[in-house]
C-alpha cells in the first residue's frame, strides 16, 4: 500500500475518532450540564427566581448584547466585568456584611482575622454546598438560607439600579462602557438578575458528590473555595509534555523525511495565458467587497477600542447614545468573520473552474445572485443587532432579527438561515465548477479531494450553530458555539487554504504534484489531530465535566505541534518568489502567504499556547491575553491569508495589468508592523498586568475599574493607537490599489502579452 494511501486512511480514521470524541463528551454535557431548577426559593416555599425568570433572563441578557457587554463563565467582552465573578464577589461581601453585624454587630471589615476567617467559612459552607432537590412531579428545587436571600437582594439592587439609568451609578457605567438605560424596561432588568445569578450560582455551586463547581471551581476567588482543582494542574503538565513530544516527532519526521528537489519553473508564467472565465471575473466584487468591510470593521476597531478609556463618548460626542459598546464590538468581530470569510469564498469560486477548466451554465448568474445575498445578510444582520441592542425589539423577535448575544454568532436566527443558506449555495456553485476535476486521475487528485471536502465542510458546519435555540442551556450553547467558531473557522477554513495554496504552486509549476498531495494530506492529518478535539479547550469552565478538561489540554497541546516547523514552510515559500523572473507577478501574494506562517506560529502558535492549558486559562479566561490571541491569530493568520488569497485571484483576473507594487508593499509592512505593535505595545502588556491582578486578588479584581481604569492599562490603551493607525494605513493602501485596480479595468488599458513587468519594490 502507498504511503499516499495510508496517510487518506489516517485522515480517514482521525475525522471519524475525533467525532466520534466531540460527541460523545457533547452527550456529556447535555447529562451533566448545571441545572436550571423549577424555582430558587427560601425556606418557606417562597420563589425568589423561577425558571421562566431565568429563562427570560437569558434573553434579556443575549438582546442587550449578551457577550459583548462583560463576559460570563469568562466569554465575552473585557470591558465591563465578567459578570459570573462581579455577582460573587458582591454577593460574598455582602453576605460577610450580613452575619457579621446579625452576629457580632460589626462590619465584616472591623472584625478580627480569626474571626473574618471563621465566616469565610462558613460563607463557603452556604454558598457552595448543592441543594438541588428533585420532586415526585418532576420539578426541581433550589433552598436558599435567609442571609444568602438578603446578600441576592442587595446585589439585585445594584444591578437595577446599573442596567437602569440610575444617576448615582453613571460614573459607572462609563467605566463599563454601558449606555445610560441600557436595558430600560424594569420587568426586563429583574429577569436579567435572575439570569445573572443563576450563572453565578453554578460557578459556586458544588457538583453532586464532588468537591469542585459545576464550572470546575471557576472563577479564581479563593475567599468563597474557589481555587484549581487537581484536574487544571495534572492536565496542564501533561499537555505540555504532549507538546514537547510532538514537536520532536514532527522534526525528527521533517528532518529524516525525503525532500524532493522543487522542479524547474517554465519560462512562462504557466497562468499568464489563461483568460479568465465570466464567473472568474464576476468573483472580483466579492474582494472588493472583502476590502470594504475590512475597512469598516477597521474604523470600528477604533471607536471600540477608544471605549476602554471614554466608556460613553468618543473624543468628547456621546457617540454610546446612537453607538453603543456593544453594538461596535458586535459589528467590529462580526465584520472580522465576514470580510475574510468574503475573501475565502471568493477564491473557491475562482479556483474551482481554474481547476477543472469548465465553466458550469448560469454561473456567472449564480456568482452574482450570491454576492447580492451576502450583502443582504451583512447590512440586514448588522441593522438588526443594533434595533436590538437599543431595545426596540421584543425578545421574541430580537431572537428572530436582532441579536442573539453569541459572540461571532451573534446575528439573529433569521440572519442565520440566510447566511447558512448563502454557504449552501457557494457549495453548489463550487461543487458544478470543480465536478469534472474530481474525476480526473493525476497526482493532484488527493489535494484537489481535500479542498472538496473542505469546501462541503464550510458549507455545512456553520449548520452547527442552529443547535443553539432560544432557551437552551448556556453550557450546551457554548459547545455549539464552539463548534462554529473554532472548527468551521479555525478547522475546516485552514484545510480550504492549506489546498489551496498547494493548488495554487503547483499549478505555477513551483512544487511537484506528487509532493504536494503528499504534504497537504500529511499536514491536514497533522493539524486535525489536535485541531478538533483540541475545540475543548474552549469548555473547561463553561459547565461542562471533568473529561473535557483532560481532552482538550491534550489535543489543544497537539494543535500547536504542526507550528513548530511553519518557519521551514515560511522559507520555502520565501524563496519561490525568486523562483523565475515571471514569479515577481506574485511576490507581494508570496509575501502574505510568508506573513501567515510567522503569525501562525506567534499569534496562534506562541501566544495560543499562552491561554491554552488549564492552569493558564483559569486564570487568564476573559482577560486581554485572550484579546491578543484573538487579534495575532485572526487576523494575523486568516486575515493575511485572505489577502494573500485575494491578490493570486485578482492576478489571474488581471492577468496583463500592471499592478501599483508600491501601494501593496505599503500595504504589507503597514499591516504586519501595525498589527505587532497594537499585539506587543498594548494587548499583551495588559492582559499580563490583569494576569498579575487575578493571582493576587482574584479574578473578579482583574475585570473592575480598579485595574481596567488605572492609570497604567489605559496608558497601555493609549500605545495601542499608535499599531492601530500604522494598521489603518495599510487597510488605506489596500483599498487605494484595489480603486486603482479598478479604474485600469474601467479604463481598459491592460499591457500587452509578453511585456515586460516592473519587478517591484522590496
Not at 481547476?355 to 456567472?364: D, V
Not at 507550528?563 to 515560511?570: M, R
Not at 506573513?595 to 491561554?611: D, E, R
Not at 493571582?695 to 475599574?705: F, L
Request: glycine share 10%; with cysteine; charged share 15%.
Amino acid at each position: 500500500m502507498s504511503k499516499l494511501r495510508l496517510t487518506a486512511i489516517a485522515l480517514l480514521i482521525v475525522l471519524i475518532a475525533s467525532f466520534t470524541v466531540l460527541l460523545s463528551l457533547g452527550s456529556e454535557i447535555y447529562q451533566e450540564k448545571p441545572p436550571i431548577p423549577t424555582a430558587f426559593s427560601d425556606v418557606g416555599g417562597q420563589v425568589i427566581f423561577s425558571q421562566n425568570d431565568i429563562e427570560q433572563g437569558q434573553l434579556v441578557w443575549r438582546s442587550m448584547g449578551g457577550h459583548q457587554l462583560g463576559s460570563i463563565w469568562g466569554h465575552g467582552s473585557y470591558v465591563a466585568p465578567d459578570w459570573t465573578a462581579d455577582w460573587l464577589h458582591k454577593e460574598a461581601q455582602a453576605w460577610l456584611n450580613i452575619t457579621a453585624q446579625q452576629t457580632l454587630q460589626q462590619d465584616f471589615a472591623d472584625l478580627s482575622l480569626q474571626e473574618q476567617a471563621k465566616l469565610e467559612q462558613a460563607l463557603r459552607d452556604d454558598m457552595r454546598h448543592n441543594t438541588v432537590i428533585q420532586n415526585a412531579d418532576g420539578t426541581t428545587q433550589v433552598t436558599l438560607s435567609n442571609t444568602r436571600i438578603d446578600a441576592i437582594k442587595a446585589v439585585s439592587r445594584h444591578y437595577l439600579a446599573l442596567f437602569g439609568d440610575d444617576p448615582e451609578l453613571s460614573g459607572l457605567r462609563e467605566q463599563y462602557a454601558m449606555k445610560e438605560g441600557t436595558v430600560p424596561d424594569l420587568g426586563r432588568r429583574e429577569q436579567l438578575n435572575a439570569f445573572l445569578f443563576w450563572g453565578a450560582w453554578a460557578a459556586i455551586t458544588e457538583r453532586p458528590g464532588e468537591k469542585y463547581t459545576y464550572t470546575n471551581n471557576w472563577p479564581f476567588d479563593p475567599q468563597l473555595g474557589n481555587t484549581p482543582t487537581s484536574n487544571n494542574i495534572v492536565w496542564s503538565i501533561l499537555s505540555i509534555v504532549t507538546l514537547i513530544g510532538g514537536v520532536g516527532a514532527l522534526l525528527w519526521h521533517h528532518a529524516s523525511g525525503k525532500h524532493e528537489s522543487l522542479p524547474k519553473p517554465a519560462e512562462q508564467d504557466p497562468l499568464f495565458m489563461t483568460k479568465p472565465t465570466a464567473s472568474q471575473k464576476a468573483v472580483g466584487k466579492y474582494f472588493v467587497t472583502a476590502v470594504g468591510l475590512f475597512l469598516l470593521q477597521i474604523l470600528l476597531g477604533g471607536i471600540t477600542a477608544h471605549y476602554a478609556v471614554e466608556g460613553q463618548n468618543f473624543y468628547g460626542l456621546p457617540l454610546s447614545e446612537i453607538l453603543p459598546y456593544s453594538v461596535t464590538r458586535t459589528w467590529h468581530t462580526q465584520l472580522a468573520v465576514f470580510w475574510i470569510a468574503t475573501a475565502w469564498l471568493g477564491t473557491g469560486l475562482y479556483i474551482a473552474p481554474a481547476l477543472s477548466g469548465h465553466e458550469p451554465k448560469f454561473q456567472r448568474l449564480g456568482v452574482n445572485v450570491l454576492w447580492v445575498a451576502l450583502v443582504i445578510v451583512v447590512l440586514g444582520s448588522m441593522a438588526g443587532e443594533w434595533i436590538g441592542v437599543q431595545q426596540y425589539f421584543s425578545l421574541d423577535m430580537n431572537f428572530l432579527f436582532g441579536h442573539q448575544g453569541y459572540e461571532y454568532i451573534d446575528l439573529g436566527r433569521v440572519w442565520q438561515v440566510l447566511l447558512l443558506a448563502g454557504l449552501l449555495i457557494w457549495l453548489a456553485l463550487v461543487t458544478a465548477a470543480i465536478r469534472p476535476a474530481l474525476k480526473v486521475r493525476d497526482d493532484m487528485r488527493a489535494v484537489v479531494w481535500v479542498l472538496y471536502a473542505s469546501c462541503v465542510a464550510i458549507g455545512l458546519f456553520y449548520g452547527a450553530g442552529l443547535f443553539m435555540g432560544k432557551h437552551t442551556n448556556l453550557a450546551i450553547a457554548e459547545y455549539w458555539r464552539w463548534w462554529v467558531v473554532h472548527l468551521w473557522v479555525e478547522g475546516f477554513f485552514e484545510t480550504f487554504a492549506t489546498s489551496v495554496i498547494a493548488l495554487m504552486l503547483v499549478r505555477l509549476g513551483l512544487i511537484r504534484g506528487r509532493s504536494a498531495n503528499s504534504a497537504v494530506l500529511f499536514t491536514t492529518v497533522i493539524f486535525l489531530t489536535g485541531g478538533l478535539i483540541g475545540t475543548l479547550h474552549h469548555l473547561y469552565f463553561t459547565g461542562a465535566p471533568t473529561p473535557v478538561i483532560a481532552w482538550g489540554a491534550i489535543f489543544s497541546a497537539l494543535e500547536v505541534v504542526p507550528l513548530a516547523i511553519i518557519g521551514f514552510e515560511a522559507m520555502e515559500t520565501f524563496r519561490l518568489r525568486k523562483a523565475s523572473p515571471w514569479m515577481h507577478r506574485y511576490h507581494w501574494s508570496i509575501m502574505f502567504f510568508v506573513a501567515t506562517a510567522f503569525w501562525n506560529l506567534v499569534g496562534a502558535g506562541m501566544l495560543g499556547f499562552l491561554i491554552n492549558p488549564p492552569i493558564s486559562l483559569y486564570f487568564i479566561q476573559g482577560l486581554n491575553t485572550t484579546a491578543t490571541h484573538g487579534h495575532a491569530a485572526f487576523m494575523g493568520v486568516y486575515g493575511m491569508l485572505g489577502m494573500g488569497l485575494m491578490l493570486f485571484c485578482l492576478r489571474g483576473i488581471t492577468g496583463r495589468m500592471q499592478w501599483n507594487d508600491k501601494l501593496l508593499k505599503g500595504a504589507f509592512w503597514s499591516l504586519n508592523l501595525g498589527l505587532a505593535a497594537m499585539v506587543f505595545m498594548s494587548l499583551l502588556p495588559v492582559g499580563l498586568t490583569q494576569f498579575f491582578a487575578v493571582i493576587d486578588h482574584g479574578y473578579w479584581y482583574a475585570r473592575s475599574p480598579a485595574v481596567i481604569h488605572s492609570a497604567t492599562v489605559e496608558n497601555l490603551v493609549w500605545m495601542r493607537m499608535f499599531g492601530d493607525i500604522i494598521f489603518s494605513f495599510g487597510a488605506l493602501f489596500m483599498g487605494a490599489f484595489l480603486i486603482d485596480l479598478i479604474k485600469k479595468t474601467l479604463g481598459n488599458k491592460p499591457q500587452a502579452i509578453g511585456e515586460v513587468l516592473p519587478t517591484p519594490t522590496r
